[in-house]
């Protein structure tokens, strides 16, 4: 199956075609109100760690590094990704963050997991589960 999952920044126009809208920072953006977003949901915990964040936005660690450790977060806890599975189930899905860049924040490696996430999982559920699963898929004479 096919997902759609696309990157914006929070200050960015809303459009019809956004989908589902989820925010996907730690923080809440300056300078804007609850009530002049159309979210339907913050996942904070999604977001890199505080102190993982601080040293990339420092320079202390290369895009590369912060992309590795990051994926690493992600990867020890892969039920941070499940409400972000859920929606692109349903629908677009676009991911939201206040940072400049979109290609150097956190919104390309949530975006490579969710779908590798969902495809290892509808992967999975093509596989026979069980003999009795087997025997609708076996010609007659070998049952």
């Known amino acids: 199956m096919s ?6 920044r929070i200050y960015a126009p809303i459009e019809g ?7 996907v920072d730690r923080l809440w953006p300056r300078g804007l109100s609850r009530h002049s977003l159309t ?3 913050w996942c904070q915990e999604v977001a890199p760690a505080y102190q993982l964040c601080r040293l990339y936005q420092q320079q202390k660690i290369s895009k590369s590094l912060f992309f590795e450790r990051y994926r690493s977060e992600l990867k020890a ?3 941070r990704l499940l409400p972000l599975m ?5 629908g677009r ?6 940072s400049r860049q979109i290609e150097g924040s956190h919104l390309p490696v949530i975006k490579e997991l ?3 996430a969902l495809e290892e999982e509808d992967t999975s559920d093509r596989e026979f589960c069980s003999s009795p699963c087997l025997a609708h898929t076996l ?3 070998q049952r």
């Open 3 to 8: 997902y759609e999952i696309m990157l914006k």
């Open 17 to 23: 075609h956004d989908g589902t809208r989820i925010l």
């Open 39 to 41: 979210l339907n949901e």
């Open 77 to 79: 806890y892969p039920d």
């Open 86 to 90: 859920r929606f692109a189930r349903i």
């Open 93 to 98: 899905l676009t991911l939201l963050t206040a």
């Open 114 to 116: 969710t779908l590798s």
């Open 139 to 141: 010609p007659t004479s």
